[in-house]
């Protein structure tokens, strides 16, 4: 299915929730992996990034027979700072998770907001994901340097959209590009949206000179010609896609993103424990497996006590960055 417009994103989430019930070979019982009544939360829009992967989470959860009927919602705002806020009130609730990933703690500090994901129970990282530089096909840009050279010229007339707030993944990678450039990132036009799938219409609509979000969120765009690839942002190509990383164009930039799973605080051991069986449970199956092919993802799974140390470095990380960029 190729998603075209966030209307028809909205749509196909609401064709995720209202499809029948899976059919499944088992319980989930074997496994300790059946929670009932289980929630996924999503803090932004249908169609971006943390919406897809818990979308996707939670069809191949239901597919691989771990567990049944799991419900995902958005609870947009503040760059997925009101969805956090929300998931640290569930005190004790062991029914519930969100998706989130680097934008969410850029989020918590660009909004100085009270409640931190040091506040939530970690359950799993699942997957990292380069960023993509993309424009509308109609765009003037025909290549990286094409962009650069014209970003170079007029560096806030060329407003850059992402799919976060300040201090995210889609700021980040192209703060650190127009320094790669010789721009300064202080003169860059950053416009954040509240998820790709907000983002994809300025694109489309030329609202914006170029975009920056995750591959999986863009592929099938990007496949269809309606989105032009100019570069990736990671260590290599992406299989299936013809864009140099940024480095071979000879700008010196390697950045990554990643999603993951948070609970709310003030679990038992065994709901803990449950979460994260399911989450492992998940990882293992061939139905993640091919999903995580299919969207160009890569594996990072990481689980527990050593993804909560990860967290924290990621929050120490991003005040860095910001700092070192002079933001």
Request: net charge negative; charged share 20%.
């Amino acid at each position: 299915m190729r998603l075209r417009t966030p209307l028809a994103l909205l749509g196909a989430a609401v064709l995720v929730l209202a499809g029948p019930p899976l059919l499944t070979t088992g319980s989930g019982a074997e496994t300790g992996t059946r929670i009932p009544g289980l929630r996924l939360m999503v803090p932004n829009t249908p169609g971006g990034g943390y919406d897809i992967t818990a979308r996707t989470a939670a069809k191949d959860a239901e597919d691989a027979g771990l567990t049944h009927n799991i419900e995902v919602f958005n609870l947009p705002g503040a760059g997925g700072t009101v969805g956090l806020s929300r998931l640290v009130s569930e005190h004790g609730n062991g029914k519930l998770a969100m998706s989130m990933g680097l934008g969410v703690v850029g989020a918590v500090r660009s909004n100085h907001a009270p409640r931190t994901l040091a506040d939530t129970t970690p359950i799993a990282r699942l997957t990292e994901e380069q960023d993509v530089v993309v424009v509308a096909e109609n765009s003037p840009y025909k290549t990286i340097d094409d962009l650069i050279d014209a970003w170079k010229e007029a560096p806030g007339k060329l407003p850059v959209g992402g799919g976060s707030s300040p201090g995210g993944p889609d700021h980040l990678a192209p703060m650190l590009m127009a320094r790669a450039a010789g721009i300064s990132p202080k003169q860059v036009n950053y416009i954040p949206f509240d998820g790709g799938g907000e983002l994809l219409a300025s694109i489309l609509g030329n609202k914006v000179a170029f975009g920056v979000s995750g591959v999986g969120e863009y592929l099938d765009q990007i496949k269809a010609g309606e989105l032009r690839l100019l570069a990736v942002t990671g260590p290599e190509r992406v299989p299936g896609l013809d864009a140099p990383t940024l480095r071979e164009a000879g700008y010196d930039v390697n950045f990554t993103n990643w999603r993951g799973l948070v609970a709310p605080p003030g679990l038992s051991e065994a709901e803990r424990t449950k979460l994260i069986r399911l989450a492992e449970a998940l990882h293992d199956s061939k139905e993640w497996q091919e999903s995580m092919k299919r969207n160009g993802w890569d594996d990072a799974f990481l689980t527990g006590e050593k993804f909560g140390a990860f967290l924290d470095a990621q929050d120490k990380r991003v005040v860095s960055v910001l700092k070192e960029l002079g933001l």
